[in-house]
């Protein structure tokens, strides 16, 4: 076994440990957890962060349990949140956590034949058949109201910062997540639990109720919550969460988000995102200090965690997608994209209907660039682009005798028009 706890540290990844942990690792094959709420069908990078967590885990030669919150998904953690979420549907809840058990599964190996394979668990399978009467008298007697009340995530909400109080429901979630503790404690000898900083409450309620309830020790480790240097929330968008389901969130888009990072912001994520070791780190820090306008660090980040989450052809396509608006590209590249890919790159690009109808009697240029779009103002001025030899279908510079036709397709309903660099238009075929 390695150094977890020290992989942690160095990584900027150890926020809150419980005393001794570090050394109880080093001597101890140890079963671990996170929970993970499944509020969607999809995980988002955010969770990336918790699941590295677990696959340094599992590397360090430790058991992972990455567990999925049926049953705390239908209480709702108040931890971090100003107000009460409404809760979810039994059939909304089993929907996305066959997702969020799909994408975890893409991360950790769960192959019963190596040393130590992870375990995915679902708290609902031990929550559903416990009464409430059973719950109160042999869970909640161990844990005072003193003890939750003292909870930062209980504080908050009683506090100023909330007009809404705090439900009975928010209120029990600590008890739930603790019991969930408690439960792989005994069942599975799991020793320890870990999660964001946000969680350190819950996560010692569990450690307490071991203490109390089964008269044994458990441990604690919290990892910061990323930020991002600009003040904004780390894994958003103007266009929403940034998720790990390729539908979601294309891999395109998906690794734009990694390119478009702050040299400051990509000098930390570099450590957090990755599994490159602290020599190749330092020196791929020292080199993008020499030359940032490179974005050798963005570009590295984007590369591992794209190949990480969608695999290395999706990488590629991504790739092969932003050079399309950057660099030198052919009508090929153009016409391998998928429809999502193409719409993602091409995104806020002025566009047009034609019909099948004006395909199959063959397009000219003029109609394309003027009478039947738009895109340039008169005729004329299509005839003097096109003159200029400043017009492209496809990327490819064409003259005012082509004839657009169903083989120019992308995506089989779509032609990129260009005049110039940067001047796009888009012609969908309806």
């Given amino acids: 076994m390695t150094n977890f706890v020290e992989e942690l540290r160095w990584r900027g990844l150890l926020h809150d440990i419980m005393p001794d942990t570090e050394d109880y690792l ?57 107000a009460e979420r409404n809760l979810l549907d039994e059939d909304t ?28 668990v679902n708290n609902y399978d031990w929550m559903k058949d416990i009464s409430l009467i059973d719950f109160v008298r042999d869970t909640g007697k161990h844990i005072t ?36 503790f408690y439960h792989l404690y005994k069942e599975k000898n799991c020793k320890l639990q870990m999660g964001g900083s946000d969680q350190w409450g819950n996560i010692t309620t569990g450690t307490e ?11 604690a480790i919290t990892v910061p919550l990323v930020t991002k240097a600009d003040g904004t929330k780390f894994g958003k968008t103007e266009g929403g969460n940034v998720w790990l389901d390729a539908f979601r969130t294309s891999p395109y888009k998906f690794y734009q988000y990694w390119l478009n990072s702050s040299d400051e912001d990509s000098e930390k994520y570099i450590k957090i995102f990755t599994f490159l070791d602290k020599e190749t780190i330092d020196t ?49 590249d153009l016409k391998s994209l998928d429809e999502q890919t193409f719409l993602d790159v091409f995104d806020g690009v002025p566009q047009a209907s ?16 003027a009478a039947k779009t738009s895109f340039l103002k008169s005729n004329g ?28 397709f992308i995506a089989e309903k779509y032609v990129l028009l260009q005049r110039g660099k940067k001047n796009y238009f888009l012609l969908k075929v309806e």
Avoid: C, W
Wanted: hydrophobic share 35%; aromatic share 6%.
């Fill in 26 to 82: 080093l001597k101890n094959k140890t079963a671990g957890y996170i929970g993970f709420d499944p509020t969607a069908d999809s995980l988002h990078i955010g969770s990336l962060v918790q699941i590295l967590i677990l696959m340094h885990f599992q590397k360090a030669g430790h058991t992972p349990i990455a567990l999925v919150g049926g049953a705390t998904g239908m209480v709702g953690d108040p931890s971090g949140k100003s």
């Fill in 381 to 408: 001025d299509a005839r003097r682009a096109l003159k200029e030899n400043s017009i492209s279908v496809n990327k490819e510079k064409v003259q005012e005798n082509y004839t657009i036709t169903s083989s120019d």
């Fill in 209 to 219: 109720l071991i203490r109390r309830k089964a008269q044994g020790k458990a441990y």
């Fill in 284 to 332: 791929l820090i020292a080199e993008h200090k020499e030359a940032p306008h490179m974005r050798l660090l963005q570009k590295k980040i984007g590369e591992e965690v794209t190949v990480m989450t969608h695999g290395q052809e999706a990488y590629e396509n991504a790739i092969k997608a932003s050079n399309i608006l950057f660099g030198k590209s052919t009508a090929d």
């Fill in 354 to 369: 034609i019909t099948k109808q004006d395909i199959e009697e063959g397009l000219d240029m003029i109609a394309a660039l």
């Fill in 93 to 120: 809840l089993a929907k996305n956590i066959v997702g969020v058990k799909e994408q975890l599964s893409r991360f950790l190996d769960f192959d019963t034949a190596s040393e130590n394979p992870a375990e995915l």
């Fill in 145 to 180: 109201v003193n003890y939750m009340m003292a909870k930062d995530s209980v504080k908050k909400r009683l506090g100023s910062e909330s007009k809404e109080g705090m439900s009975f429901t928010e209120f029990t979630y600590q008890l739930f997540q603790g019991y969930d």
